[in-house]
């Protein structure tokens, strides 16, 4: 079993839809999250940071960690053709440890 | 918000050469620096921790030969793939740690290398 299980997608939805984006994890000791945004053929770029459980907004993005549950969730509100990417979750125990990556998730907006 | 930049965005070198790819942190001191490689559609895989001033940790199965990791400064990390094959031909990714402190860290990206080896 990986230790951060993510839905590779393709998640396609129309324009101006609210996107659910998710990833499970199997080890207890995570506390920090992130969600990263990557383009093709471009560098991860940063979204989203959260340490330990609840929720987090900036503009259209929502993070929310439920730590009870091993499960993380970005939620993208107004989606845009823009928005269209591949969104990967990352977590890591400490600040000292290794980041862990989910697979990503290809997502899709429609116009 | 921290840039990291990444040079060569991309390079196509015969078989048996060695490329140079470098990583900067344009307006922060990175202590840590992290080497990735992406094969399409997946996601990233670890290669080495880069730190300045010692020696970079390569995970297991990266051979530390093959890729050299040069992290001279607080703002320069090099990645060399030396004697390249096709089979290294790949998309390299560096990232650098920015500390924001009260113990937190943020991890930013450069914009990646895509190598083709013929």
């Known amino acids: 079993q990986k230790e951060v299980e993510q839905d590779p997608g393709p998640l396609s939805v129309p324009e101006g839809a609210i996107v659910s984006l998710n990833c499970t994890y199997s080890?207890?000791?995570?506390?920090?999250f992130m969600w990263y945004r990557q383009y093709s053929r471009k560098g991860p770029e940063l979204l989203m940071y959260?340490?330990?459980?609840g929720n987090k907004e900036d503009g259209r993005f929502t993070a929310q960690v439920d730590k009870s549950s091993k499960y993380i969730s970005l939620f993208i509100r107004d989606s845009q053709p823009s928005d269209s990417a591949t969104y990967l979750c990352a977590m890591r125990r400490s600040s000292a440890s290794k980041i862990i990556f989910g697979s990503g998730t290809r997502l899709s907006i429609r116009p | 918000g921290a840039v990291v930049s990444q040079h060569p965005s991309r390079v196509i070198c015969k078989s048996g050469t060695s490329v140079k790819i470098e990583c900067r942190s344009l307006?922060?001191?990175?202590?840590?620096m992290f080497w990735y490689r992406q094969f399409p559609k997946q996601s990233l895989m670890l290669m080495a921790t880069?730190?300045?001033?010692?020696?970079?940790?390569?995970e297991q199965g990266v051979e530390k030969d093959k890729f050299l990791i040069n992290h001279a400064s607080l703002t320069l990390s090099t990645l060399t793939v030396t004697s390249a094959h096709p089979e290294d031909s790949s998309f390299y990714i560096c990232s650098a740690i920015l500390e924001t402190g009260q113990g937190g860290e943020k991890l930013f990206f450069g914009s990646g290398t895509q190598l083709s080896v013929l």
């Open positions: 307006d922060f001191q990175a202590t840590t």
């Open positions: 080890n207890s000791a995570f506390q920090y």
């Open positions: 959260t340490y330990s459980s």
């Open positions: 880069s730190n300045e001033g010692s020696k970079a940790t390569y």
